[in-house]
C-alpha cells in the first residue's frame, strides 16, 4: 500500500493519539490547514485506514493500525539504533529514521530489532510496537 509522507504522518498522529478526534482540534496539533486535512482524511478513509465522518471525530480503523503500527516501529527501531549503536544525537536520529523508515524492508527491520534485543521504546519518542505477525504489507505483496 502506498502512502504519501502527509498520509503516514496524520496515521502516526492518530496511532500516537489512541482516541477518536475532530479534524478541528488535529489542525491545531499538525499545523494544517481544516481543508488540507479534510481532504487527507478522505483519501485515508477510502484506502480502509481511517473511520471518519465529516464534522464528526476520526481513528484508525483496525487495517489503520496495523499500517501505523508497522511504520512506527521501523521508524523507532531505526531511532534506537541510530542513538545507541551509533551515538547520534536524538532529534537528529529521528529526523534520519523519518527519511530511512520507507525504505527500511522488514526483513531488515527484523534484524535491527533482534540485533538490539527487541527493544520496548525509542530512547526519545516512545514504545516500539511489537509485530504479532507478518509484516502486513508483506501479505498485501502475497495476496492474502
Keep these: 500500500m502506498k502512502l504519501s509522507t502527509a498520509e503516514k504522518h496524520l496515521l502516526w498522529f492518530l496511532y500516537d493519539w489512541i482516541r477518536p478526534i475532530r479534524p478541528g482540534d488535529m489542525k491545531e ?3 494544517l490547514k481544516h481543508p488540507t486535512l479534510n481532504s487527507q482524511l478522505e483519501v485515508l478513509k477510502k484506502k480502509g485506514l481511517v473511520s471518519w465522518k465529516k464534522y464528526g471525530p476520526a481513528s484508525l480503523t483496525q487495517l489503520g493500525r496495523m499500517v501505523a503500527s508497522h511504520h512506527v516501529r521501523h521508524t523507532r527501531l531505526l531511532e534506537f539504533f541510530l542513538i545507541n549503536t551509533l551515538s547520534i544525537d536524538e532529534e537528529v536520529a529521528h529526523e ?35 509485530l504479532e505477525e507478518r509484516c502486513v504489507f508483506e501479505k498485501q505483496e502475497e495476496g492474502i
Design 29 to 31: 496539533h499538525l499545523k
Design 96 to 130: 534520519e529514521s523519518i527519511t530511512l523508515a520507507p525504505m527500511v524492508s522488514c526483513r531488515l527491520a527484523d534484524a535491527i530489532n533482534s540485533f538490539l534485543n527487541n527493544p520496548e521504546r525509542s530512547p526519545c519518542c516512545g514504545e516500539i510496537p511489537q
